[in-house]
């Protein structure tokens, strides 16, 4: 079943720890994107990708870094954490098929981040 | 700027009642619109969406949504209201790079 996977779902950390936030989607999707979002606040994009070795900044800007090294791997890294990153990150893709330029965002279940 | 509104933070209805989600947005061109429903601890699950053609656009679990580009909204409605509709609903502009803009959701708690 395709699907896309995040892990951990939740993460209680102590501040200036590395920590990665793993995300994975087996629908062959070529775009993937981060949110982070804060409890009543919209979400914010803090990184897209539209293909393997691309990588770009959100209109948010974060201290987190990304790779796609694989198609179906994007995850998130922060080298230090702090109690300033605690939030919640969520994954999405989406493909490039038919001629619409916009193609719907599949989004996993979310990892909850606390930096204490 | 495009951006996106929901002036509802909280609303309770009770169960069987209608519900009507406000939603006002602001883009230049003609939008994409979105409704996404997330249930406590899940992910985002597209309700509908609206490109182009009919202004009133069918979505899952008996949701519907109408695009008004007078108004600049896309509410989104259901007749009768369910226990299990009790969600985080939020609303999103598409941006032609693929990106969403999403509004700050309304909270929906479904009363017996």
């Known amino acids: 079943e395709a699907d896309i996977y995040q892990t951990p779902r939740y993460l209680v950390i102590g501040t200036g720890k590395k920590i990665t936030l793993e995300c994975s989607q087996t629908m062959g999707h070529d775009k993937m994107y981060w949110y982070q979002q804060d409890p009543g606040m919209e979400l914010h994009l803090i990184h897209y990708s539209y293909g393997v070795n691309s990588t770009e900044k959100g209109d948010l800007s974060s201290e987190s870094t990304v790779s796609r090294i694989r198609t179906e791997h994007f995850p998130l890294t922060l080298e230090s954490a702090r109690p300033s990153h605690t939030s919640q990150y969520l994954c999405?893709?989406?493909?490039?098929?038919?001629?619409?330029?916009?193609?719907?965002?599949?989004f996993g279940p979310g990892t909850r981040l606390t930096v204490l | 700027a495009q951006s996106v509104t929901q002036p509802d933070i909280h609303i309770t209805v009770s169960e069987g009642a209608s519900l009507e989600l406000r939603c006002n947005y602001s883009?230049?061109?003609?939008?994409?619109l979105f409704w996404y429903v997330q249930s406590p601890g899940q992910g985002l699950q597209l309700l509908l969406k609206y490109f182009s053609g009919d202004t009133l656009v069918q979505g899952i679990k008996g949701f519907e949504a109408e695009f008004k580009r007078s108004q600049s909204s896309f509410n989104l409605r259901k007749p009768s209201v369910h226990w299990s509709d009790a969600a985080e609903y939020f609303c999103?502009?598409?941006?032609?790079?693929?990106?969403?803009?999403f509004g700050t959701g309304t909270l929906l708690a479904v009363q017996p």
């Open positions: 999405a893709s989406s493909g490039s098929a038919g001629r619409e330029w916009y193609n719907e965002q599949f």
């Open positions: 999103a502009v598409g941006h032609r790079t693929n990106k969403l803009i």
């Open positions: 883009y230049g061109a003609t939008p994409y």
